[in-house]
């Protein structure tokens, strides 16, 4: 019998998460996430944003649940991370962030695996896409896991699209 390969995410345990919708008392929480240094570093804009940015982007998302699903995802009841589709066309652009003390065991995997069941059974957007720093090793391996598959690249980023 040969070595075992590695486990692929299917075959690895993945944490259970739950999403709720994201409510008003959770708008420091996004901001200190939106603001984490790793988060800051792999986002499009490169740089943190402002409580005044923070507060304007969250009102507009919440007057606006047809185009802005935005989730809290706990585990064991414990908030460890959001998740957002942000609606245009047939077409959500998923945006991730994990709390710094729960990355690298699985969470942000089973996150994205929660929304595009969410997606699936909601039958709206028909169609997912992200766009990843390729330096974002962990990122890209989530969404992979997810069902992601990359369609275009870029130096510095990557788009990826589901289904
Ligand atoms: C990116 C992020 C959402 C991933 O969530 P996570 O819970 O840390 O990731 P997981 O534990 O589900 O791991 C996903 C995969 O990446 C791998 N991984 C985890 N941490 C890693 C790291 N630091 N370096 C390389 N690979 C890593 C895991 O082994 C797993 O791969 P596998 O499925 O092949 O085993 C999270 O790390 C995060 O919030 N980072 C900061 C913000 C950010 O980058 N957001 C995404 C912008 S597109």
Known sequence: MGR????????????????????????????????DPDAVGFSVSGRAVTVEEHERWFRRVRDDPAHHRLWIAEQGGEPVGQVRVDITGGTGTVSI??????????????????????????GAPSRLTSVVRSDNAASLRAFAAAGFRQVATGAEFLELEWP
């Open 4 to 35: 075992p390969g590695p486990l692929t995410a299917e075959q690895r345990h993945l944490p259970q998460v739950r999403l709720r919708p994201a409510q008003e008392e959770d708008s420091a929480r996004l901001l200190a996430l939106r603001n």
């Open 97 to 122: 962030a994990v709390e710094a003390g729960h990355r690298g065991r699985g969470v942000g995997t089973s996150m994205l695996q929660a929304v595009v069941a969410q997606v699936g059974v909601e």
